[in-house]
């Protein structure tokens, strides 16, 4: 759900810094729009001056020239006709001349008065862009925050499972080497000392017997110091300090086959290297889970490790040949396959992929891919 939230801010943000890139935009083409306005203004300005100007001239021409005709007309005298027709038509181009100023004059005014409408309009949508703009960057700043504070909290959360998962696999393991112990040279330490108490009272009775037994606990004390031997070998190989993982996995897979008579076959594709010591525990210990439970569930008379190495993982593969079970329903409610979910949650805490494929009657394949870090 946190991951759906932050999916959809993250989409509402992209759409604000489009939206902001939008207005950025449309102020770049308000402000040429008002420089141009400006300027178309400012020579509308002039050529209104130039032509009042024209037309005040032009008005005092034509009163003169009125003026003339009329005195023309008030003589005594009979005008001679040539003067009087001229007179009337100055009067009349003077008066003709004027009316067309006078229109040209109308029509730049009004061209000024729509530019200086069309002026403030841009203006007031330069304002209004602005406005949105500082809206847009608040918000945007706003819900950047909002997202910051779920990364952090989803980070917070995942470190929480990631802890809560280490403490499980710790806990996991402390339990297998618990019960490891238990089942091996517990009981046999547990059996030798009964036996001692036993020979310890045979001892004034039947030495003969006493002899027997204690040849008896000596086979039984070295079966013990090997189980010993195996359990610190399982806790922390030898060999995978060492040698490196491929050898301490060859070593355990031969170990394996004499304890449980199981054959076993260990193969290797790509280029052996080493990793990093904390992956490489990881593998094995892997391994060795799938590997115990083969023995303890699968009833196969064959087990086969493959390791394959790529230039950025490491791909493991541990199949057996026995009676198999439902994968499927394993992982949604794991029951007593629930050493599978742990080792899930431990490849998938690498970052890695598992994979558990299972028939009936034909066995099972656990694969893990890790990345090689």
Same mark, same amino acid.
Request: hydrophobic residues 40%; charged residues 25%.
């Given at each position: 759900?946190?991951?759906?939230?932050?999916?959809?801010?993250?989409e509402?943000?992209?759409?604000?810094?489009?939206?902001?890139?939008?207005?950025?935009?449309?102020?770049e083409?308000?402000?040429?729009?008002i420089?141009?306005?400006?300027?178309?203004?400012?020579?509308?300005?002039?050529?209104?001056?130039?032509?009042?100007? *024209?037309?005040?001239?032009?008005?005092?021409? *034509?009163?003169?020239?009125s003026?003339r005709?009329?005195t023309?007309?008030?003589?005594? +005298?009979?005008?001679?006709?040539?003067?009087?027709?001229?007179?009337?038509?100055?009067?009349?181009?003077?008066?003709?001349?004027?009316?067309?100023?006078?229109?040209?004059?109308?029509?730049?005014?009004?061209?000024?008065?729509?530019?200086?409408?069309?002026l403030?309009?841009?203006?007031?949508?330069?304002?209004?862009?602005?406005?949105v703009?500082?809206?847009?960057?608040?918000?945007?700043? @706003?819900?950047?925050?909002?997202? =910051?504070?779920?990364?952090?909290?989803s980070v917070l959360?995942?470190?929480?499972?990631m802890?809560?998962?280490?403490?499980?696999?710790?806990?996991?393991?402390?339990?297998?080497?618990?019960?490891?112990?238990?089942?091996?040279?517990?009981?046999?330490?547990? =059996?030798?000392? @009964?036996?001692?108490?036993i @020979?310890n009272?045979?001892?004034?009775?039947?030495? +003969? !017997?006493?002899?027997f037994?204690?040849?008896? @606990?000596?086979n039984?004390?070295?079966?013990?110091?090997?189980?010993?031997?195996?359990?610190?070998?399982?806790?922390?190989?030898?060999?995978?300090?060492?040698l490196?993982?491929?050898?301490?996995?060859?070593?355990?897979?031969?170990n394996?086959? +004499?304890?449980?008579?199981?054959?076993?076959?260990? !193969?290797?594709?790509?280029e052996?290297?080493?990793?990093?010591?904390?992956? *490489?525990?990881?593998?094995?210990?892997?391994? !060795? *889970?799938?590997?115990? =439970?083969i023995?303890?569930?699968? =009833?196969?008379? +064959?087990?086969?490790?493959m390791?394959?190495?790529?230039?950025?993982?490491?791909?493991?593969?541990?199949?057996?040949?026995?009676?198999?079970?439902?994968?499927?329903?394993?992982l949604?409610?794991?029951?007593?396959?629930?050493?599978?979910v742990g080792?899930?949650?431990?490849?998938?805490?690498l970052?890695?992929?598992?994979?558990?494929?299972?028939?009936?009657?034909?066995?099972?394949?656990?694969?893990?891919?890790?990345?090689?870090?």
């Amino acid at each position: 759900m946190t991951n759906q939230l932050n999916e959809i801010l993250k989409e509402a943000l992209t759409a604000m810094e489009s939206g902001k890139e939008q207005l950025v935009y449309i102020d770049e083409l308000t402000g040429d729009s008002i420089q141009r306005l400006v300027k178309d203004l400012e020579q509308l300005q002039i050529d209104i001056a130039v032509l009042t100007n *024209e037309a005040e001239d032009q008005q005092d021409h *034509e009163q003169r020239v009125s003026q003339r005709l009329a005195t023309i007309k008030r003589q005594q +005298k009979q005008p001679a006709e040539r003067e009087r027709v001229k007179a009337q038509a100055d009067a009349a181009a003077a008066q003709a001349k004027l009316q067309v100023l006078q229109a040209q004059k109308i029509h730049l005014c009004s061209q000024r008065d729509f530019l200086e409408r069309s002026l403030l309009q841009v203006k007031r949508i330069t304002t209004r862009t602005a406005r949105v703009h500082l809206q847009v960057n608040t918000a945007a700043d @706003l819900l950047q925050s909002k997202i =910051n504070e779920i990364v952090q909290a989803s980070v917070l959360d995942q470190h929480q499972d990631m802890a809560v998962r280490i403490i499980k696999a710790q806990e996991e393991e402390r339990l297998r080497v618990a019960r490891e112990i238990h089942d091996g040279p517990a009981q046999m330490i547990a =059996n030798i000392i @009964l036996r001692l108490e036993i @020979l310890n009272k045979l001892f004034d009775v039947d030495i +003969k !017997q006493v002899k027997f037994e204690l040849r008896d @606990l000596q086979n039984l004390v070295r079966l013990s110091f090997q189980d010993i031997r195996r359990s610190i070998f399982n806790l922390r190989p030898a060999a995978l300090e060492g040698l490196g993982l491929v050898p301490a996995v060859k070593k355990y897979v031969e170990n394996f086959q +004499k304890t449980h008579g199981i054959v076993c076959e260990c !193969q290797l594709e790509g280029e052996e290297k080493r990793l990093n010591s904390l992956l *490489e525990i990881a593998v094995f210990r892997l391994i !060795q *889970e799938s590997m115990n =439970n083969i023995a303890k569930h699968a =009833n196969s008379k +064959k087990a086969c490790v493959m390791m394959r190495f790529a230039e950025d993982c490491l791909t493991t593969q541990v199949q057996d040949f026995g009676k198999g079970f439902n994968a499927k329903n394993a992982l949604k409610s794991p029951g007593e396959h629930y050493g599978l979910v742990g080792m899930r949650e431990r490849v998938e805490l690498l970052r890695g992929q598992f994979s558990v494929q299972s028939s009936l009657s034909r066995g099972t394949c656990i694969e893990f891919t890790l990345p090689i870090f």
